[in-house]
């Protein structure tokens, strides 16, 4: 089955810095990738997807990359802020897989 | 639009009583939908899901159960509860198209078990 796995855990930047937060994935046959960023107390909100076909996307300060040779996609985001900090999980599923498979978390710290 | 709800926000229950928490989706028919746990400051750990009415696949053998009697209805159960059924349990629903696949969160139900 598939495996996601999500660097680094932690992550400290200044404010105004980018983050880059990086995942792999094992299943060649995973054709969506979506990000979700995670307040403390509050449930995970879907922030950006990308599917199989692009290999980047971007929304305002965020974008990801997607490499399928490599199987692995990457999120970043520039210019942070201090409400960027949260924990951010990335995900990959194959559409027959019916469920999404998680990485553990990177928790992001923006120090002002 | 669609919305998801779960109840109750908070529960408080003592080791061996039993549990059942309720994920309610509206604005979709026939969704995906996925219980999961996570306990504090970690993962996310997937427990259950379906794809349709009655149809139950589950993840991790342990003493929950879950249920789907009506189409846009989840339920949660246990019938009796341990200290390390303590987390956040997420309901979700997914858009179920081909390579299309967004997933929603439903606002969750933090569970003490004391």
């Known amino acids: 089955g598939e495996n996601v796995e999500q660097h680094p855990s932690t992550l400290s930047v200044q404010e105004g810095d980018s983050a880059v937060i990086k995942c792999t994935y094992s299943?060649?046959?995973?054709?969506?990738f979506p990000w979700y960023k995670q307040e403390l107390g509050k449930r995970p909100q879907l922030i950006i997807d990308?599917?199989?076909?692009?290999g980047e996307k971007k929304d305002q300060r965020i974008a990801v990359t997607l490499n399928k040779t490599a199987k692995h996609f990457s999120l970043h985001i520039t210019e942070t802020q201090p409400e960027d900090s949260a924990v951010y999980f990335c995900?990959?599923?194959?559409?027959?897989?019916?469920?999404?498979?998680f990485g553990q978390g990177t928790r992001l710290t923006i120090n002002p | 639009s669609q919305t998801i709800h779960q109840w109750p926000a908070t529960l408080v229950q003592p080791v061996g009583s039993p549990l059942s928490l309720e994920c309610t989706v509206e604005?979709?028919?026939?969704?995906?939908l996925y219980w999961y746990r996570q306990a504090a400051g970690r993962g996310l750990q997937l427990l259950f899901y379906?794809?349709?009415?009655?149809?139950i696949s589950s993840e991790v053998p342990q003493n929950l159960s879950a249920s789907r009697p009506q189409d846009r209805q989840f339920i949660l159960s246990s019938k009796k509860l341990l200290l390390s059924d303590s987390g956040f349990y997420l309901c979700?629903?997914?858009?179920?198209?081909?390579?299309?696949?967004?997933?929603?969160f439903g606002p969750g139900t933090r569970l003490t078990v004391l």
């Open positions: 979700a629903w997914s858009v179920e198209r081909v390579n299309y696949n967004e997933q929603f």
């Open positions: 299943d060649s046959a995973s054709n969506y």
């Open positions: 990308i599917r199989s076909n692009v």
């Open positions: 995900a990959a599923r194959a559409w027959v897989a019916q469920k999404l498979v």
């Open positions: 604005g979709t028919s026939n969704p995906n």
């Open positions: 379906s794809v349709g009415i009655g149809q």
